[in-house]
């Protein structure tokens, strides 16, 4: 075992640190990746530190590692932990170690480009969690493409009173709806409140393309079901009801990464489930039961595997109308 | 609240009265001193050097020692004699601009209140200062020394606030204080960065004194407890071992390096769990 070490004071360091003293090495497959502040509680109801959560990454990455690969990452930046302020960081830092790869993408809006990250290796997962990135938020596409989207997404996002069974119930509609169309579909948590549909492509196709399927479809739902489900995005609108969220099929929109933590009360994690589990949820009125920690995320995969896996490999083509 | 001095402002042949108060309080835990066997509180007493025996305090003057061992004694009448003049008012003598006052020169801030008849002209140098964005520099004496002070406006009423000589601001040149940083524009860039990150608004009310909460707490829980130390103690924090915690992830990453097949059923590595402070 790797011995770890803690960095050498120097001057020139102490000014990148709040306190040059906390900052250690870890050896991470041969890179040597600062961390600091491990001791720090990231998540105070349930006492959580940055240690933990940078422990969960580790232990996640087989399986997160695939689904990160050449995606452009959005940090979502929470340094303080969960109670703290967070910020969104699309730009790469410039103080990155020169091992983070970087994918450049045009923004129309800010009329350059933007170098995102990439978290293709463990190395730079576990310096993106020490900067206290806790969320890990992905583009659709990969970056050698990022006009192609390599999948579908609904996200199923509850107007309280409605909850995660009220998106378990949409969400079975949905797969209905993809099964009539020989269309494989797999839901995970969205690790918050709600439920998230993806439809594996993995064939040529535009955001366009898959916008405009996922929005014929939301308000085809919402037309069978007024009052379950709504597809536009006023919150007003949302009160009591399950909002499709077709908008995410955009390329210019991260969506939480499956196997991500969530900044919430717990360290809730967006986990892959089986519509089984989905249906036995609505059945037993149990939202609990599509509710998982880090912890329950770290032995659920030791029993399933990535039920993800087929959402990068699985190639089905989208037919012009829902 | 209680003025602390009335007298009035005055430039020119404006003269508005005014009250003074305290703008400032200091929020300190006082502790008595006691003897420890039976809490008693102990008192300080004045003895005279020469033979140990206590001095009542109508026995006491006030002396300057103008040169070692030499006293000359001043009283009442005298400190009088040196403030009479100026006792009662706020002589303004200049205008400036606020931004060209080095902040460190500012000691002490009071309120101002306009007294009988002084409301109308208070308002109007109040409002002059505004829109010429100017402070008045003044002399004022209170109690028994004089200070300089500025006139400011705020909001809606003028503050006073005590400043400092120039004479009385200690020279930094003999500090040893490097020229120029001696860190490449990486280290500039990192820090600036940083510096960007943890950039927020001014907010007076985020920033609270912790240490005298924290002290509260524990008063409260030993008067509770009628003065036993508390059972538990507190929220204090256990110390950690940062190094520990890097050896503990450490670990982690060999086990992740060597399993790739997150199927194979692993046992020992996932079923230890990470302690908050290992």
Known sequence: MAVPRSSKSAPARSASSRSAAAKQILNVNGRDVPVSHLEKIFYPKSGFTKAQVIDYYIRISPLLLPHLKDRPLTLKRYPDGVDGGFFYEKRCPPYRPDWVKTAPVWSERNDTEIHYCLANDLPSIVWAANLGDLELHTFLSRADNVDRPTMLVFDLDPGPPANMLHCAETGLLLKEHFDALNLQSFPKTSGSKGLQVYVPLNTPITYDDTKSFAHALAIELENARPELIVSRMEKRLRTGKVLVDWSQNDRHKTTVCVYSLRAKERPTVSTPVEWDEVKAALKKKSAERLAFTSDEVLKRVEKNGDLFAPVLKLKQKLPRNP | ?278
């Open chain 2, 1 to 278: 609240m209680r003025a602390i001095w009335k007298g009035s402002i005055s430039f020119s042949l404006i003269n508005i009265p005014i009250a003074l108060y305290p703008a400032t309080r200091r929020e300190e835990l006082k502790f008595r001193l006691l003897r420890a066997k039976d809490l008693s509180p102990v008192n300080y007493k004045r003895v005279a050097e020469v033979d140990g025996k206590e001095v009542p305090w109508e026995e006491i003057v006030k002396g300057y020692e103008y040169e070692k061992g030499k006293f000359v004694v001043l009283k009442d009448e005298d400190f009088k004699r040196a403030d009479i003049e100026a006792t009662q008012s706020v002589d303004i003598i200049d205008f400036v601009k606020l931004e060209e006052i080095n902040p460190i020169f500012f000691d002490k801030p009071y309120y101002l209140e306009p007294e009988k008849r002084g409301e109308k002209a208070y308002a109007l140098l109040r409002d002059a200062l505004k829109q010429t964005e100017r402070v008045g520099i003044a002399k004022v004496v209170i109690k028994t020394r004089q200070h300089l002070a500025a006139v400011k406006p705020q909001k809606n009423l003028l503050a006073l606030e005590l400043m400092h000589f120039a004479e009385e601001i200690v020279d930094a040149s003999e500090l040893k204080i490097p020229e120029k940083p001696e860190v490449g524009a990486r280290e500039l860039t990192m820090a600036k960065d940083l510096i960007e990150k943890m950039s927020d608004k001014w907010d007076a009310t985020k920033y609270t004194d912790d240490y005298r909460h924290a002290l509260l707490d524990v008063i409260h829980q030993k008067v509770k407890s009628g003065g036993k130390a508390p059972a538990t103690r507190g929220a204090a924090k256990k110390p950690t071992n940062v190094v520990d915690l890097v050896s503990v992830l450490q670990e982690s990453l060999e086990h992740a390096g060597r399993s790739t097949s997150p199927k194979r059923k692993t046992t020992t590595h996932h079923k230890r769990r990470m302690s908050k402070a290992a």
